[in-house]
C-alpha cells in the first residue's frame, strides 16, 4: 500500500473523451453532488462490449458477454435501465428509499436483457455484470453489484474495495483453496458466478452502503483495469491526479501499459459541496454512448 496523501482540492472536470456529456438534470438542490468522467477504451476485438456512465448521483458500468453484438447490447441495456430509473427515483422523491431502489433497479435490468434475449435468437444467452453507485440525498454512497465489475472508494489517500468479485476464483479464495495471488493468475479468473441475464438467475444484488465525504474519489470499472492493474496503482493514480477525467484517462493508460486484452471502462466521481462551480453533467461511454 502506497502512503495515504493529502486530499486533493477541487478543479473543474475535464471533457472526458470517448464519451458524450448531457445536460445535468434540474431538481433539488442536494448537500453532496459527484463531480463524473468516465473512459472507455475497445480491446483487441474492436467492438466495445462494455458500458458505463458518470453522472452527478450515479455512477454505472456493466462488461456485457455474449456473441455478435449480444455482449454490448446487454450491457446497454444494464447502463439504461439503472439510469433510467434511478432518474425517475431522483424526480418522484422515491430515491429516499435508495438501497431498495437501486436493488430494485438492477433486477430490472436483469428482466430487460432476459426478455430482449428472448426475443432474438441472435441475442440468446447474452449476459453482463453491472455495478453501480448512488450518491444519496442523505450523503451515503450506495452499490449495487453483480458479477466482477468493481467499486473503490478513495479517501484521504487510502484506497478501500467495496465489491467482492461473483467469480469462480473468489468462491475458491474464500474458501481457502486459492490463495488471492494465485486467483489473480488463474487462466479461470474470469468465469462468472452470477450475471445479468445468461442461463442462472443472478439473485438479488449485493449492497453496501458508506456516509459520504467531500473530498472522496469513487471509482467504479471493469476488469478490463481491475484484471491487470494492481490496487497499489489504482490507489497512486487516483491520489496523484486532481481532476476525475485525467485519473480515468490515466488509469486506461496504466490498463493499456500492463497489457490488457480486454475493453477498459473506468468511471470515475468526486464527492463536492453542492452548488461548487465545477461541471455535473453526465458522461455516457462504451456501449452506453450512442
Same mark, same amino acid.
Given at each position: 500500500?502506497?502512503?495515504?496523501?493529502?486530499?486533493?482540492?477541487?478543479?473543474? #472536470?475535464?471533457?472526458?473523451?470517448?464519451?458524450?456529456?448531457?445536460?445535468?438534470?434540474?431538481?433539488?438542490?442536494?448537500? !453532496?453532488?459527484?463531480?463524473?468522467?468516465?473512459?472507455?477504451?475497445?480491446?483487441?476485438?474492436?467492438?466495445?462490449?462494455?458500458?458505463?456512465?458518470?453522472?452527478?448521483?450515479?455512477?454505472?458500468? #456493466?462488461?456485457?458477454?455474449?456473441?455478435?453484438?449480444?455482449?454490448?447490447?446487454?450491457?446497454?441495456?444494464?447502463?439504461?435501465?439503472?439510469?433510467?430509473?434511478?432518474?425517475?427515483?431522483?424526480?418522484?422523491?422515491?430515491?429516499?428509499?435508495?438501497?431498495?431502489?437501486?436493488?430494485?433497479?438492477?433486477?430490472?435490468?436483469?428482466?430487460?436483457?432476459?426478455?430482449?434475449?428472448?426475443?432474438?435468437?441472435?441475442?440468446?444467452?447474452?449476459?453482463?455484470?453491472?455495478?453501480?453507485?448512488?450518491?444519496?440525498?442523505?450523503?451515503?454512497?450506495?452499490?449495487?453489484? +453483480?458479477?466482477?465489475?468493481?467499486?473503490? !472508494?478513495?479517501?484521504?489517500?487510502?484506497?478501500?474495495?467495496?465489491?467482492?468479485?461473483?467469480?469462480?476464483?473468489?468462491?475458491?479464495?474464500?474458501?481457502?483453496?486459492?490463495?488471492?495471488?494465485?486467483?489473480?493468475?488463474?487462466?479461470?479468473?474470469? +468465469?462468472?458466478?452470477?450475471?445479468?441475464?445468461?442461463?442462472?438467475?443472478?439473485?438479488?444484488?449485493?449492497?453496501?452502503? +458508506?456516509?459520504?465525504?467531500?473530498?472522496?474519489? !469513487?471509482?467504479?470499472?471493469?476488469?478490463?483495469?481491475?484484471?491487470?492493474?494492481? #490496487?497499489?496503482?489504482?490507489?497512486?493514480?487516483?491520489?496523484?491526479?486532481?481532476?476525475?477525467?485525467?485519473?480515468?484517462?490515466?488509469?486506461?493508460?496504466?490498463?493499456?501499459?500492463?497489457?490488457?486484452?480486454?475493453?477498459?471502462?473506468?468511471?470515475?466521481?468526486?464527492?463536492?459541496?453542492?452548488?461548487?462551480?465545477?461541471?455535473?453533467?453526465?458522461?455516457?461511454?462504451?456501449?452506453?454512448?450512442?
Amino acid at each position: 500500500m502506497t502512503a495515504p496523501v493529502t486530499p486533493l482540492p477541487w478543479f473543474p #472536470a475535464a471533457e472526458a473523451p470517448g464519451g458524450t456529456r448531457s445536460p445535468a438534470p434540474r431538481g433539488p438542490v442536494d448537500r !453532496l453532488v459527484l463531480d463524473p468522467a468516465a473512459v472507455s477504451l475497445a480491446g483487441p476485438r474492436g467492438q466495445d462490449q462494455d458500458a458505463g456512465l458518470a453522472g452527478p448521483a450515479l455512477l454505472v458500468v #456493466a462488461d456485457g458477454v455474449g456473441g455478435g453484438n449480444g455482449g454490448a447490447q446487454a450491457a446497454r441495456l444494464a447502463v439504461a435501465e439503472v439510469v433510467r430509473r434511478a432518474a425517475a427515483a431522483r424526480e418522484t422523491g422515491e430515491d429516499a428509499a435508495p438501497d431498495a431502489g437501486l436493488a430494485a433497479a438492477v433486477a430490472a435490468a436483469d428482466a430487460a436483457i432476459r426478455s430482449a434475449a428472448a426475443a432474438d435468437p441472435a441475442l440468446a444467452g447474452m449476459a453482463t455484470t453491472c455495478t453501480a453507485a448512488v450518491l444519496t440525498r442523505d450523503g451515503r454512497v450506495v452499490v449495487a453489484h +453483480v458479477g466482477d465489475s468493481r467499486a473503490h !472508494l478513495l479517501r484521504r489517500g487510502v484506497l478501500t474495495r467495496l465489491t467482492t468479485d461473483h467469480t469462480l476464483v473468489q468462491a475458491l479464495v474464500a474458501s481457502g483453496e486459492l490463495t488471492p495471488e494465485q486467483a489473480a493468475a488463474s487462466p479461470m479468473r474470469s +468465469v462468472l458466478l452470477r450475471a445479468l441475464g445468461g442461463s442462472a438467475d443472478p439473485g438479488p444484488a449485493d449492497l453496501v452502503a +458508506v456516509r459520504a465525504e467531500p473530498g472522496d474519489r !469513487l471509482l467504479v470499472c471493469s476488469d478490463g483495469l481491475s484484471g491487470v492493474v494492481p #490496487a497499489s496503482t489504482l490507489q497512486r493514480v487516483l491520489g496523484a491526479e486532481r481532476r476525475p477525467a485525467a485519473a480515468a484517462s490515466r488509469l486506461v493508460l496504466a490498463a493499456l501499459a500492463a497489457g490488457t486484452r480486454d475493453d477498459v471502462t473506468v468511471v470515475v466521481g468526486d464527492v463536492a459541496p453542492a452548488g461548487w462551480a465545477g461541471s455535473t453533467a453526465a458522461v455516457a461511454v462504451g456501449a452506453a454512448d450512442g
